[in-house]
């Protein structure tokens, strides 16, 4: 836990134009403190490798020092919870980010330690199926009790959260901006809620404002804390693929729903999948396989086959078959089945969007 001065030196450096997290952390583990910092001179600063005169150009305390005053202030008479990156309680995969905060506040009740941790984002304009994918997801995952993670936003955001919350499960909503408001205005009626059951994250200060431009820095935590990313729906541009892409960038699985072409609020999620930036998701099961959870729980197994008395009689044919031989080619499936392969390879869609077979590698298919 950083003392009392030592808070004071960090929140003013946060305020530092054009030094960003990354050269923050950078400079502290060499300096030893973010006191030091500001008092040491520019010159030693600059030898440090990474770090320039444009980061350095107004490193200057007496500019910075009334702002950290005021917020040091705000967090002590308000009791703000807050997490500094050299914390023992600091979220391990945020420490894994070179850019992640140095320092980010919390509310709530925030239990992170050992848990599986994934984050849902997704269009604000989502349809009923984004919608229902979404809460069938999360039910049949809640056996596994994974932490949601999301970014409080209209659409798909809120409903994982709130399915989320119905389910009994923790969840996260990661804000751009600072806790003295709550962005969108509606969404109020959820904090009492949430933070029953998980709570806010924020690396904004306590009156930072609602700014798009805050939310690439939001982005990031939200990819950055979790395990795996899950995009529901998302047009062809969107903040969602912003944090599909940053996920990526910290070697983290992405997985994206997909939808029929011709359908605009599945374009950036098909192009997820179509570009190999994202594994298709077609299930909670694929989402346990690909992550190895199915080697440590079973319970989502028996969930699935619940879906057996959805199938009609050709595709209940085709399971039997495939649970029997484990995985086989369309090919032979549809020799071995008697059915026309133009045939099969529409049922098997079917099937796979269904959440009873994968496809694999070599035109081969597999119950799941």
């Known amino acids: 836990m950083l003392s009392t001065k030592e808070l004071l030196f960090v929140l003013a450096l946060q305020r530092v134009p054009n030094l960003g997290d990354a050269s923050a952390k950078k400079l502290i583990n060499v300096v030893g403190s973010a006191e030091g910092i500001f008092r040491e001179k520019k010159a030693t600063l600059l030898k440090v490798d990474g770090i320039g005169h444009v980061k350095l150009k107004e490193l200057d305390l007496a500019m910075h020092l009334p702002e950290a005053e005021s917020e040091l202030q705000h967090i002590e008479t308000n009791k703000i919870e807050y997490t500094y990156f050299q914390d023992?309680?600091?979220?391990?995969?945020?420490?894994?980010?070179?850019?992640?905060?140095?320092?980010f506040f919390q509310k709530g009740n925030i239990d992170i330690q050992n848990k599986k941790l994934i984050s849902i984002v997704g269009t604000r304009n989502a349809t009923?199926?984004?919608?229902s994918f979404c809460e069938k997801l999360?039910?049949?995952?809640?056996?596994?009790?994974p932490v949601i993670i999301s970014g409080f936003a209209y659409g798909i955001d809120i409903t994982a959260q709130k399915k989320a919350m119905e389910l009994g499960l923790q969840t996260i909503g990661c804000l751009a901006h600072g806790f003295n408001q709550m962005y969108p205005k509606t969404h109020k009626k959820y904090v009492s809620k949430i933070e029953e059951n998980g709570g806010?994250?924020?690396?904004?200060?306590?009156?930072?404002?609602?700014?798009r431009t805050n939310f690439l820095k939001r982005n990031r935590i939200i990819a950055g804390l979790s395990e795996a990313t899950i995009v529901i729906e998302s047009a062809e541009k969107g903040g969602s693929l912003v944090?599909?892409?940053i996920a990526n960038s910290y070697n983290r699985e992405v997985f994206a729903v997909p939808g029929r072409i011709n359908d605009l609020q599945s374009q950036g999620c098909n192009n997820l999948i179509k570009t190999q930036?994202?594994?298709?998701?077609?299930?909670?099961?694929?989402?346990?396989?690909?992550l190895g959870w199915e080697m440590e729980e079973k319970k989502v197994k028996p969930r699935q086959t619940q879906l057996f008395v959805e199938l009609n009689e050709e595709e209940k044919k085709i399971w039997?078959?495939?649970?029997?031989?484990?995985?086989?080619?369309?090919d032979v499936i549809a020799l071995d089945c008697n059915i026309p392969v133009f045939k099969l390879a529409s049922i098997l869609l079917n099937m796979e969007l269904k959440g009873v077979v994968r496809?694999?590698?070599?035109?081969?298919?597999?119950v799941v």
């Open 243 to 245: 944090t599909a892409d």
């Open 277 to 290: 930036q994202a594994q298709l998701l077609s299930s909670a099961a694929d989402l346990v396989y690909h």
């Open 320 to 330: 039997s078959y495939l649970k029997e031989k484990d995985q086989e080619l369309i």
């Open 88 to 103: 023992k309680n600091y979220p391990e995969r945020l420490k894994q980010c070179l850019d992640g905060p140095i320092l």
């Open 359 to 366: 496809p694999l590698p070599g035109k081969q298919f597999q």
């Open 138 to 145: 999360l039910e049949d995952l809640a056996p596994l009790q």
């Open 200 to 211: 806010f994250m924020t690396e904004f200060w306590s009156d930072d404002a609602f700014d």
């Open 128 to 131: 009923t199926y984004g919608i």
